[in-house]
């Protein structure tokens, strides 16, 4: 697949949907997917009310936008405020926890699920 020309997304535009099984606790609004052709891919997640497990499959980049958001893995908790950046490497077992936030984050590789 041939690469996306570069382009402005809006935040007014993104379409937030819910993320798996946890929709009631997070919405996820892409930014930059596999359809641009990319091995990058890059969102904005709304937490509400939110505490989910998962080991992520990816190498991952989080800033806090909004709210705080914590970040449970290691033995430590990672306590995000606006404009905070936590770096996870693939395998990280994690718990996301926050009551109301808004999260950007990039991933690679974006075809993690295969």
């Not at 007014?12 to 946890?22: L, V």
């Not at 606790?25 to 939110?50: N, P």
């Not at 926890?97 to 990039?106: G, M």
Request: glycine residues 10%; contains cysteine.
């Amino acid at each position: 697949m041939a690469k996306k020309p570069p382009e402005t997304i809006g935040f007014d535009s993104i379409a937030f949907n819910p993320r798996f099984e946890n929709g009631d606790q997070c919405q996820i609004g892409s930014v930059v997917s596999g359809e641009h052709g990319g091995e990058l891919g890059a969102g904005f997640a709304r937490l509400t009310k939110a505490h989910i497990s998962w080991t992520i499959k990816y190498d991952e980049v989080l800033m806090c936008v909004e709210g705080e958001l914590k970040v449970h893995c290691d033995g430590k908790v990672h306590a995000l405020k606006p404009k905070d950046c936590l770096w996870l490497p693939s395998g990280t077992e994690l718990v996301y926890e926050a009551d109301d936030a808004l999260v950007f984050f990039a991933i690679h590789p974006v075809n993690w699920a295969g």
